[in-house]
């Protein structure tokens, strides 16, 4: 069984920065490829940002230059650094294993303008 626990949101001003964590429990976890997601209210889940196991990243238009994903297999643990926040990043952050239907319980990341 993999579980996935998101930690690190919370409410931030426009401008600002947080650093999101999922913590894997996960064996082979570096042989993974993993993914962000976000869902702001009343809109579909949307995908943020993916890493390979090889550490080849990916990003939403609308993230990129701002955003940064990052993984320490070491750790099992994946990140997402979010500078620059705006308030249309406002949502539930969700970690996923990338073509599974495996999925955290999210953490809200709510940013005031």
């Known amino acids: 069984q993999v579980r996935l626990v998101e930690s690190g949101g919370g409410l931030v001003q426009a401008g600002g920065s947080l650093r999101l964590s999922c913590a894997a429990s996960v064996r082979g976890f570096n042989f993974l490829a993993m993914g962000w997601y976000r869902q702001a209210p009343g809109k579909q889940r949307e995908l943020v940002a993916t890493i390979s196991s090889g550490g080849i990243t990916s990003y939403a238009d609308s993230v990129k230059g701002r955003f940064t994903i990052s993984r320490d297999n070491a750790k099992n643990t994946l990140y997402l650094e979010m500078n620059s926040l705006k308030p249309e990043d406002t949502g539930i952050y969700y970690c996923?294993?990338?073509?599974?239907?495996?999925w955290g319980q999210g953490t809200q990341v709510t940013v005031s303008s």
């Open positions: 996923n294993v990338r073509f599974t239907d495996t």
